[in-house]
């Protein structure tokens, strides 16, 4: 029975603490690299977005009104673009208020 012999306690605690720092580098990574994801997603949508404005005033000359948000999901009109703010101005006809700015 001199033969069997376990780990001592000693040596747990070091695997223990060797493996909390490399699980708390490893997470710190992962954290991070989420963070830069979310971060490149956003670019990614804005970009998409102002290549869609880039569009409509190339086809258009004119930027799409916004969808009524008070609408529900199963309207018709959905995520339409307005009618009542299509025409509503035109190109050119803002005098920016009292100065004429």
Not at 2 to 20: A, D, P, Q, Y
Not at 33 to 43: F, G, N, V
Request: proline share 5%; charged share 20%; glycine share 8%.
């Amino acid at each position: 029975m001199k033969n069997i012999r376990g780990f001592t306690l000693i040596e747990l605690s070091i695997v223990l603490l060797i493996s909390g720092v490399v699980v708390a580098a490893a997470l710190s990574l992962y954290t991070n690299y989420l963070r830069r994801a979310q971060i490149e997603k956003t670019y990614s949508n804005v970009f998409d977005a102002n290549q869609l404005m880039q569009h409509a005033w190339d086809i258009e000359k004119r930027y799409f009104c916004p969808a009524d948000p008070t609408l529900p999901p199963g309207d018709p009109n959905y995520g339409r673009e307005r009618a009542d703010c299509a025409s509503a101005v035109a190109v050119g006809s803002c005098t920016g208020g009292a100065s004429g700015v």
